[in-house]
């Protein structure tokens, strides 16, 4: 039988950088499955003030960087980083990873729902032709917007780039509404909602047969800089590549070259290198970009999913069973 785990400190992060408040009742949640942790919130600097040591830190990304890191690091019984969030990038990224013992563990399922329906949102943006509808009311022209070539699913192609809990949830939407569904993963699966899934090498023939392209895959050292002009030429011209993981993922300034000369038709962003997004950026103002502001994930139902699955994997950990979601370190 596994051994329990005694929980004595619990930090939980509250980042201002990322804007992730707290609520008090989610800190009452924590004491009772918990209760006999102390329990820190706040800044990691806040959390600093009040102790020198944390057996768990509930965490943004900002937590592993400078400082913030420096004190984490210096915590002789933290074992286990639980993220608020589906990525853990940012903490696979850092030293924390070599802290002696540690676990690392997301939130990867919370997020499936509010980032589908998002990036169903972004597909029909261009599918139903909003953008020339938005431009015929400003213009006034009635015309103009009765001649949007308005299409449908039945005759496009989605192209997900990872198929994890939250790209498999795309499929199933994307399925259900008539879209022809294909994937791409480093180690394909199978799923009754796409029709094929091919292997990373294979990037060249997946691109070119997608009208949407959606990138959901996590921000690794194989992805970082995936998407620039190469595979933008590979791509339909009027197709669209939807990213809603990682902005590192994508080589910005190749996209907007592309976007300039008609390589593709459009971008849909929510993710960028540089968060917030710089004022000289010139996505602000591209006719062939909407933005969406790292807020794919945000429902107000998405922040009880989240809670739940870390006061889920509180348990497990006190009881010494698998965590959710736990990854794997080398």
């Not at 261009?126 to 006034?140: G, I, T």
Request: proline residues 4%; aromatic residues 8%; glycine residues 6%.
């Amino acid at each position: 039988m596994a051994e329990n785990m005694e929980l004595k400190r619990i930090g939980i992060h509250q980042s201002k950088k990322h804007g992730f408040p707290v609520k008090q009742e989610f800190v009452d949640k924590v004491r009772a499955v918990a209760p006999g942790a102390a329990i820190y919130v706040g800044t990691i600097e806040e959390i600093a003030a009040q102790t020198d040591d944390l057996d768990v830190i509930v965490a943004m990304p900002d937590a592993f960087e400078g400082a913030s890191l420096d004190f984490l690091m210096r915590c002789p019984n933290l074992k286990w980083i639980q993220s608020w969030l589906s990525g853990v990038d940012a903490i696979m990224a850092s030293d924390a990873i070599k802290i002696e013992g540690v676990r690392v563990s997301a939130v990867r399922g919370a997020h499936a729902s509010a980032i589908s329906h998002h990036v169903i949102g972004f597909i029909y943006y261009y599918l139903r032709c909003f953008p020339q509808l938005f431009e015929a009311r400003n213009k006034r022209d009635w015309h103009l917007g009765k001649a949007a070539p308005l299409d449908e699913a039945l005759s496009k192609t989605v192209g997900l780039v990872g198929l994890g809990n939250i790209g498999m949830e795309i499929a199933r939407k994307c399925h259900i509404l008539g879209f022809r569904v294909l994937a791409i993963k480093r180690s394909p699966v199978e799923s009754e909602f796409v029709e094929h899934c091919y292997q990373i090498d294979q990037l060249d023939s997946f691109l070119a047969q997608c009208d949407y392209v959606v990138v959901i895959c996590p921000l690794t050292p194989e992805s970082r800089g995936m998407f620039g002009k190469h595979q933008f030429e590979v791509m339909k011209k009027d197709a669209v590549i939807i990213n809603v993981a990682r902005g590192a993922i994508i080589k910005e300034d190749e996209l907007i070259d592309a976007l300039d000369c008609g390589e593709i038709a459009g971008a849909a962003l929510d993710a960028f290198c540089d968060e917030p997004l710089l004022p000289d950026s010139p996505f602000w103002e591209h006719e062939k970009v909407i933005l969406s502001f790292h807020q794919a994930a945000t429902s107000p139902l998405t922040k009880d999913r989240v809670n739940d699955v870390i006061l889920d994997n509180l348990t497990r950990y006190q009881e010494g069973r698998p965590l959710l979601f736990e990854e794997v370190l080398k």
